[in-house]
């Protein structure tokens, strides 16, 4: 068979995403990420006595315990493929990346298992960042003068 | 207000990345990835600062934030330390988050089983 027609077969059988209610979704849940985040902030900073940038750190670390407990207990894998980027985006996104891959490969052992694929998922967004933020750091320190 | 603009602004994020996911072939490896990457660009020229004061909360949740927080460490010791400071200080701030998601993932991974 020709590769075209091929894939003129394949096209016609992929499931077509309603990108609409999709696109809906994800505004609207990441919509009330955002919110959270805000109201953890204040919370934090009214309660705590915090300025806003302290309690800010208060805020992810608290946004990324909830996202690896929600995954433990297997609720978060459903609402991801529900709200899907509403949740990826977010900083629990990043906690759950983490958090699944440490649960699959915990059979294989501690370090071989845990130890080496904890990163699998949610390591690429960490080298991406380091090297484009040195680079950008670079050009920032040596253009613009810092 | 600040509510309102944190909504917006996360939403905002939020369908761009699910326009990006649901039109091209890209994983959401891909879209986690290029957001860090504009989160740092923007930084370059302290676009993302006002996007902070503007949006709260609404700016440091998503993971744009964490590109930001990068070079914003790494600038703040690049101020005493000059090229040096450029290693010293990428993490300072993000550190939290990572060490965070570490600590938790490993402990709660040996507590639970996987659920299929």
């Known amino acids: 068979m020709e590769k075209k027609e091929y894939k003129k077969i394949v096209d016609k059988y992929t499931p077509k995403e309603p990108r609409l209610k999709n696109a809906l979704i994800a505004f609207l849940i990441g919509g009330f990420m955002g919110i959270l985040g805000n109201f953890l902030i ?7 006595d915090l300025s806003s940038k302290d309690a800010s750190v208060f805020m ?14 297997g609720f978060f894998d459903k609402w991801v493929n529900f709200a899907k980027c509403g949740l990826i985006v977010p900083i629990t996104g990043f906690a759950h990346a983490c958090q699944s891959a440490a649960l699959e490969y915990r059979k294989e052992g501690l370090v071989t298992g845990i130890g080496a694929n904890m990163f699998k998922l949610a390591g690429s967004v960490i080298i ?3 090297v484009s933020a040195y680079l950008f750091g670079l050009l920032r320190l040596f253009v613009m003068g810092g | 207000m600040t509510y309102f ?14 326009i990006i996911l649901d039109n091209t072939k890209l994983t959401p490896g ?10 740092a ?3 370059v020229f302290n676009i993302y600062d006002k996007f902070v004061l ?36 990428m993490f300072d701030l993000t550190s939290s988050g990572i060490v965070a998601a570490i600590v938790f993932s490993f402990i709660l991974a040996l507590i639970f089983q996987p659920k299929d």
């Not at chain 2, 917006?8 to 990345?17: A, E, K, N, S, T």
Request: charged share 5%; glycine share 14%; net charge negative.
């Open chain 2, 30 to 39: 891909h879209v986690t990835t290029i957001f860090v990457v504009v989160g």
């Open chain 2, 5 to 18: 603009n944190a909504f917006i602004f996360c939403g905002l994020v939020c369908l761009l990345g699910q």
């Open chain 1, 42 to 48: 204040d919370a934090y900073s009214y309660y705590f």
């Open chain 2, 54 to 89: 503007w949006a709260g909360g609404g700016a440091l949740v998503p993971i744009t934030s964490f590109g930001h927080l990068l070079i914003h460490g790494a600038m703040d010791t690049v101020n005493n330390f000059g090229v040096m400071g450029l290693f010293m200080g």
């Open chain 2, 41 to 43: 660009f923007l930084d």
């Open chain 1, 60 to 73: 992810i670390i608290t946004l990324v315990f909830i996202g690896c407990f929600l995954t433990c207990l």
């Open chain 1, 128 to 130: 991406f960042g380091v």
